[in-house]
């Protein structure tokens, strides 16, 4: 073969992808990574619903909290098996994303919160015989 000879015109496309990275090490998820984070969803899933209908807890405030506690377990899982997201991908930009939308997120329920309680600690106390005649 000469010294100038040229390359293939054409090549694999996945070769030439893979073959140089531009920081995107995002993870391509496989059958069992999906299959793991669907098993853990619908776990996550059921667990709240026995423990609401059982009552096996008898304060419902504890209840909540539990619920609640695994909603954010189940949108981790979410965000690692399913989305991807891990410190690595897009060179970190979109964990600084994730981070900015929940300080976002926080300052907007927070901020609702105090303004219902407020408003409802502030408004005028109405009894039934008001509340039949408004409009």
Do not use: C
């Not at 073969?1 to 990275?21: F, V, Y």
């Not at 399913?82 to 600084?96: Q, Y």
């Not at 997120?105 to 408003?119: E, Q």
């Amino acid at each position: 073969m000469s010294p100038h000879a040229q390359a293939p015109l054409h090549e694999d496309a996945a070769t030439t992808h893979h073959a140089h990275s531009h920081g995107h090490e995002a993870g391509h998820g496989s059958f069992k990574g999906y299959m793991l984070g669907f098993g853990l969803s619908v776990v996550l899933t059921a667990i709240p619903f026995w423990l609401v209908m059982s009552g096996a807890f008898d304060s419902k405030l504890l209840t909540a909290f539990f619920v609640m506690g695994l909603g954010l377990v189940q949108i981790v899982v979410h965000m690692v098996y399913f989305l991807h997201m891990n410190p690595r991908s897009e060179g970190g930009w979109t964990m600084m994303a994730l981070l900015f939308t929940l300080v976002l997120v926080g300052i907007t329920l927070a901020g609702s919160l105090w303004v219902m309680h407020h408003l409802n600690t502030n408004m005028m106390p109405m009894s039934p015989e008001m509340m039949k005649n408004m409009p």
